[in-house]
Each structure stands twice: as C-alpha cells, then as structure tokens.
C-alpha cells in the first residue's frame, strides 16, 4: 500500500510563507488533497486535485506536485492558519484511501 | 449545503460491538463514495473503509478487516459502519467522509471508547 511521509512539525513567522511537504512514490501521477484541523475541529478540504481550492478558501493557500513529492505553501501566513496539515491521496491498486503523519504548523 | 452528521459512538467494553450511522444530505447520496476515517487524540488521521456509490465495492484497512463492515442504505441516505470485536486500540474519532479520490467533506466525528 502506499505511505505519505510529512514533516511532523514546522513553525513559521506571521508574514512569511510555510511549504510543507508530502513524499510518497509516485506521488505525482495521483490526485492528491490537503486537509487542514484546528483543534477541536474536523478536517477540511482546503486543496484537492494537487492545485484547487474549494470555494472559500483564502488564495494565500496553494498546491504543487512534482515527482514523488507534494507540497503545500501558505503565503503571508496568518495566525489563524495555525492548524494540522494532512496530505491525503489513493493507492492506484486498491483504490483506498491514505493520508500523510500530520504536519502541526506553529505561527510564531 | 453539503452535510454528513455521525451517531452511534460511545462507550464500549472490549469484545463489544457499536453501530456507527453517518446521514447525508445536501447532494445526491447514491452518487457518491464513502468513507470512515479514524483519528485518536493528538495523532493522524487513518482511513478505515470505502463503500462504492452502489455498495457493491466495500474495502477495509487490514487492521480492521473481519472485524468492521462498511454499508450504505441510499435510499436512507446512510452509511454505516458495524463493528464488532472492538479493541483498545480501536478507540477514536471515527468520521464520515464523502469523496472516491479525494476526500471532500467531512463529518463532525463521534467518539468511540473501547475500555473495561
């Protein structure tokens, strides 16, 4: 099956721009989404399909995906995008779900 | 608006069995895949099962498989999740999920205690 491997914590500055970054094989041949928890919360979508956004989520939010890795950025990161991150996409084989460890970003 | 709402978690000993119930609304149910994901406190999220738009595709992770059983009533708009044999480690957060690749929407969870 397939594994997604993320940084389990990285912290940035209110202002500046976050990557956070999901490894898997052949992670660039799948769809893959970014879903964001703050605490007491459920997730929610805010990238899907490597590079789209859902309706209402601020522009400052952005996907890449290229080779075996994907990665989030946040530009002019704000206090209020201190959350979980987890990338999530699909085992070409099995068609099951499976998502990344969780990035926990600090803006600090 | 999209809405998935969970019911049936609680406190189980181990060896119990619950019924989690997850209704739809907001879209055509029958159109769609489900999911149940689990997350326990202060850790991941992990995929527990699929059921194909007509439920006729069903698949579950290893750690669950002979144990849980994923089905969907579409015209219920209601998917659920049976499981039996429950262990400690099964305690968490289980969500409802809507999407085949990607995964959409999300429930709000309901909590699953497994302890003696």
């Known amino acids: 099956s397939s594994e997604l491997t993320q940084p389990p914590s990285m912290s940035v500055s209110p202002g500046q721009t976050a990557n956070i970054t999901c490894s898997g094989d052949?992670?660039?041949?799948?769809?893959t989404s970014w879903h964001q928890q703050k605490p007491g919360q459920s997730p929610r979508v805010i990238i899907y399909?490597?590079?789209k956004r859902p309706s209402g989520i601020p522009d400052r939010f952005s996907g890449s995906n290229s080779g075996n890795t994907a990665t989030l950025t946040i530009s002019g990161t704000q206090p209020m995008d201190e959350a979980d991150y987890h990338c999530?996409?699909?085992?070409?084989?099995?068609?099951?779900?499976?998502f990344g460890g969780g990035t926990k970003l600090t803006v600090l | 608006e999209v809405q998935l709402e969970e019911s049936g978690g609680g406190l189980v000993q181990p060896g119990g069995s619950l019924r989690l119930s997850c209704v739809a609304s907001?879209?055509?149910?029958?159109?769609?895949?489900m999911h149940w994901v689990r997350q326990t406190p202060g850790k991941g999220l992990v995929w527990v099962a699929r059921?194909?738009?007509?439920?006729?595709?069903?698949s579950h992770v290893d750690s669950v498989k002979g144990r849980f059983t994923i089905s969907r009533d579409n015209a219920k708009n209601t998917l659920y999740l049976q499981m039996n044999s429950l262990r400690v480690e099964d305690t968490a957060v289980y969500y409802c999920?809507?999407?085949?690749?990607?995964?959409?929407?999300w429930g709000q969870g309901t909590l699953v205690t497994v302890s003696s």
């Open positions: 999920t809507r999407g085949q690749f990607s995964v959409d929407y």
């Open positions: 907001g879209f055509t149910f029958s159109q769609h895949w």
């Open positions: 059921v194909n738009h007509d439920g006729r595709s069903t």
């Open positions: 052949k992670l660039g041949d799948k769809y």
């Open positions: 399909q490597h590079v």
């Open positions: 999530q996409t699909w085992d070409s084989s099995t068609l099951d779900v499976v």
